[in-house]
């Protein structure tokens, strides 16, 4: 919750000493409540106060970064419940759980350095590799760690294991990656944020249920560590949804500070679609990390198009990118037809090509992600953009007959494309979509 | 600070709407909570799913779904009673894709011997479907209203084109209707209301706001059906109270991820487990957003979409 200028000026210390560059404190204040300045510009202001600063001007979910460099997944800093109202803003991080005594553990930290893939323009990956201590020895565990900090150099590390000692010597192999330690207990909480707070890293909170884990995060908060996930113990899809929904609620609703941090959730199920299946639900219900047992091509593939759907921009139209697409196999003979580049309207027109199955071509026109009948309204979608497009393209050097097809709604075109495009035949295709098959196969 | 469950309770109820007869007979809808979350309002049924069946060979699915259902997929009653008998299938949606101009043109009478054939051989709940052509479905769904006459069917799908004659024999016959628009909360609520002002009862509806596959637009889908949900219930708008549809199957298996080789696309893995893992991530997906009621095509996506439902309830 924000404080007022006032209610800032309170904290500071009154003296109008001008060191923080301001020439009196209130000055100070106004800009600090309004975010435009940073309390540590006052050398002399109490710990108190910035203690009350700090919690008064953080973020409802407390935001951090699992790891170290540009591919550590950030998590965190989510401040709606439902996609449609704003950006859901950290896609939630794909872990894969390896036990430390898995002979095949080399080739799964491999697995997950190979795992990047770009779909429509993001490259994706799995992020981080979660090290279970299964062997309860030490120096296995250690090996192991090592092992998958070489094998995988980019994916963040999870140090999945409850006995401190055990953690502090793997931490300690691997503490310029800043694992995510897993975790601390009611039990071993001291032991663990001990070794959190001298390596820097960040650390689980395990508990059963949402009012042992608020106690929880408020004890290692006051052992000093801050960046702390949350492990609700929940592991039926209803508790993942319940739990991580009561979470983030708690959160934003009532600015309930032992809650206001990222979820983890294990996944892991012994039949691996039921396994995506329920980390389909973590990832649109909240999580910011998910465990899974393994990370098969097929797997992966879908998880990331999932968690890429629930994470994009409601407000902003996807947009696919300005080419000629090709569909089946068009040979020079093929048709040609021409749609907007608002992401669903080429999802559904090439959808219906498709089910035509008569191989084409799709000109995809830049229309700042408008639909046609929107775009052609805006002036995006004219014959003159149209036909300075398809001039460009230079497609119609590989075509037997230079025809384009424009869809129905703007059949109005047709006349002054005509002129603009000379030779070229313009038709007018159907105006609704799922009329495509029966009109391409017409033409055959 | 001690943590207090924080609860929402809404006005709005989702309409119960059941189909089918005798012990067989189904319900969905009536939640009174956002889906799976139990602990602050009543969620009386379970969301259901159909297998997907249709009135011709399965020629245009793509091998993975149509090589589980070779031997029987020659002829809709058996392909019905497999689903029923073999496959414990809950209900069965009967796409009518042959009367179709362009997929065989079969008559609303010939349509309408294959639905009391279909309905002669099960004993589940039939879900009826046109085959998306507005003109043709005005007569064929009008016949098929009618053959089903006594079955408490669910019959779809109306659309704003097409919707009189639909609505009209649905009442006439006593069925549930499915009402679709595209993608739109406004087109969602406009055609319940010309609906329901045809006489047609409110709690005899189901909305499809139209399905769209992972990755093909459908963050759009769950997000209509997020806000139809949150519609119905937190503003108590009657017009957003029907269940939801979604239509899954047919939207998923004709994208790429569905049909591509492993030898054509390395990079994507094994393509029976990825067509599998698309149409239940699809659905497990819509069931969060709101839907009551899907329609699938493959036994282990449906199989598992059924075992996370066990999950979540
Ligand atoms: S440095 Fe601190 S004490 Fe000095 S004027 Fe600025 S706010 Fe006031």
Redesign the pocket.
């Known amino acids: 919750m924000a404080l007022t200028g006032v209610q800032v000026f309170k904290l ?18 106004m800009k600090l409540a309004q975010g435009g300045a940073d309390i540590s ?5 109490s710990e108190e106060a910035k203690t009350t600063l700090g919690e008064a001007s953080a973020p409802p979910i407390r935001s951090f970064a699992i790891g170290t460099g540009d591919k550590a997944p950030k998590m965190g800093a989510e401040t709606v419940m439902f996609r449609h109202e704003k950006k859901f803003v950290n896609p939630c991080a794909i872990a894969i759980n390896i036990k430390d005594n898995d002979d095949s553990l080399a080739a799964k930290a491999e697995e997950v350095a190979n795992s990047e893939i770009d779909r429509v323009g993001q490259i994706l990956r799995v992020e981080a590799i979660s090290i279970e201590c299964a062997s309860g020895d030490s120096a296995t565990y250690e090996a192991a760690v090592k092992l998958a900090a070489e094998k995988a150099p980019e994916a963040a590390l999870i140090l999945n294991c409850k006995d401190a000692a055990v953690v502090e010597a793997a931490v300690k192999a691997v503490a310029d990656r800043k694992p995510l330690i897993n975790g601390a207990t009611d039990e071993n909480a001291e032991a663990m944020a001990a070794i959190a707070k001298a390596n820097s890293c960040p650390i689980i909170a395990c508990a059963d249920g949402l009012e042992a884990l608020s106690a929880l995060t408020e004890k290692i908060k006051g052992l000093g560590v801050e960046d702390i996930v949350l492990d609700s113990g929940a592991k039926s899809a209803k508790e993942i949804i319940v739990n991580n929904t009561q979470i983030r609620r708690a959160a934003l609703k009532k600015s309930f500070k032992p809650l206001g941090y990222p979820v983890i959730n294990n996944v892991i199920r012994d039949n691996a679609i039921l396994e995506a299946s329920i980390a389909s639900v973590a990832i649109a219900k909240y999580a910011s990390i998910i465990v899974v047992s393994s990370v098969e091509k097929w797997k992966t593939l879908a998880l990331f198009t999932q968690r890429q759907n629930i994470y994009t921009d409601p407000q902003v139209p996807m947009q696919v990118e300005q080419k000629i697409y090709e569909i089946g196999e068009p040979t020079a003979d093929s048709p040609l037809m021409i749609t907007t580049n608002f992401s669903l309207t080429y999802f559904i027109v090439a959808g219906e090509i498709e089910n035509s199955k008569v191989p084409s071509r799709l000109a995809v026109m830049d229309s700042e992600g408008l639909s046609v009948l929107t775009a052609w309204a805006a002036g995006k979608f004219t014959a003159a953009k149209i036909a300075v497009f398809i001039q460009e393209s230079g497609i119609g050097d590989t075509l037997t007959n230079k025809e384009l097809i424009l869809p129905g709604q703007v059949a109005i075109l047709s006349g002054a494309l005509e002129d603009k495009l000379g030779d070229w035949k313009i038709t007018v295709g159907p105006r609704e979509a799922n009329a495509i098959p029966t009109y391409l196969k017409g033409r055959e | 600070m001690s943590f207090v469950v924080p609860k929402e309770s809404f006005n709005g109820k989702v309409a119960s709407v059941d189909f089918g007869k005798d012990d067989k007979a189904l319900t969905i809808g009536g939640d009174s909570a956002l889906p799976f979350l139990s602990f602050e309002g009543e969620l009386p049924n379970k969301p259901v799913v159909a297998y997907e069946i249709q009135d011709c060979p399965p020629d245009d699915w793509p091998d993975t779904v149509r090589e589980v259902y070779k031997d029987v997929s020659g002829d809709p009653v058996t392909w019905a009673k497999y689903c029923q008998d073999e496959q414990g299938a809950k209900a069965i949606a009967l796409r009518l894709v042959s009367t179709h101009p362009d997929r065989g043109d079969k008559s609303a009478e010939e349509a309408s011997q294959t639905i009391k054939d279909v309905l002669a051989a099960i004993s589940v709940p039939l879900i009826i479907l046109g085959s998306n052509h507005i003109e043709k479905d005005s007569t064929v769904l009008v016949a098929a209203a009618e053959a089903a006459s006594g079955n408490n069917c669910v019959i779809g799908k109306a659309q704003e084109g097409n919707y009189k004659t639909i609505v009209a024999a649905a009442l006439a016959h006593n069925h549930k209707l499915i009402a679709m628009s595209e993608l739109d909360i406004n087109l969602a609520k406009q055609l319940n209301i010309l609906i329901t002002q045809m006489g047609f009862d409110k709690n005899k509806l189901i909305t499809d706001p139209m399905c769209s596959a992972l990755g093909y637009g459908l963050e759009y889908t769950y997000s209509v059906m997020e806000r139809i949900r949150l519609a119905g219930l937190a503003q108590n708008d009657p017009t957003m109270q029907p269940p939801i549809l979604g239509d899954v199957g047919m939207y998923v298996w004709k994208v790429k991820e569905t049909v591509a080789s492993e030898a054509d696309v390395p990079e994507w893995g094994s393509l029976e487990e990825r067509g599998i893992a698309w149409e239940t991530l699809t659905a497990t997906s819509l069931i969060l957003s709101g839907a009551n009621l899907l329609i699938m095509r493959h036994p282990s996506a449906i199989e598992n979409v059924g075992k996370t439902i066990d999950e979540l309830v």
């Open positions: 500071l210390p009154k003296t109008n000493c001008k060191k923080c560059g301001f020439p009196t404190c209130l000055a100070f204040a510009a006052c050398p002399d202001v």
